[in-house]
């Protein structure tokens, strides 16, 4: 029971608030957006990469390798809506001890309130 707890809302991990976040990318981390595409093209962080949690899911840590990461990147930032899926992506990629893998807390609705940059469609 208590491994499909964590399976479904994560690990216990380390989590950073967005203006960290920001910071960290800065000092070489990555960040991932884990949100489903509609959500991803309605506005998300301008460097992030899109890995939606429902292929992370499908397809566990093969699915991160498509997105073709240096070998030098030793921390990955992952964020969502609200910090909830990013958590879960966290628990997930949790078993890939190549990489840190830290939640951005409150997710997309703490960066913008931070007032930190965000790409929209037209």
Same mark, same amino acid.
């Given at each position: 029971m #208590? &491994?499909? /707890?964590?399976s479904l809302f994560g *690990?216990? &991990? =380390?989590?950073? &608030?967005p203006q960290e976040a920001m910071d960290r990318t800065h000092l070489g981390a990555v960040l991932i957006d884990v949100r489903e595409t509609s959500e991803y093209a309605c506005g998300h962080v301008p460097i992030a990469l899109h890995l939606p949690?429902? $292929?992370? *899911?499908?397809? +566990? #840590? %093969? %699915?991160?390798? =498509? /997105? $073709?990461?240096?070998a030098d990147v030793s921390e990955v930032l992952l964020i969502c809506? $609200? +910090?909830? *899926?990013?958590k879960i992506a966290q628990g997930l990629l949790s078993r890939d001890a190549r990489?840190?893998?830290v939640n951005v807390s409150g997710g997309m609705s703490a960066w913008i309130a931070a007032g930190l940059p965000v790409t929209r469609k037209p």
């Amino acid at each position: 029971m #208590i &491994g499909l /707890l964590k399976s479904l809302f994560g *690990r216990a &991990g =380390t989590s950073v &608030g967005p203006q960290e976040a920001m910071d960290r990318t800065h000092l070489g981390a990555v960040l991932i957006d884990v949100r489903e595409t509609s959500e991803y093209a309605c506005g998300h962080v301008p460097i992030a990469l899109h890995l939606p949690l429902s $292929r992370l *899911r499908s397809e +566990g #840590i %093969a %699915a991160l390798d =498509t /997105l $073709r990461l240096p070998a030098d990147v030793s921390e990955v930032l992952l964020i969502c809506q $609200r +910090g909830m *899926r990013s958590k879960i992506a966290q628990g997930l990629l949790s078993r890939d001890a190549r990489r840190r893998y830290v939640n951005v807390s409150g997710g997309m609705s703490a960066w913008i309130a931070a007032g930190l940059p965000v790409t929209r469609k037209p």
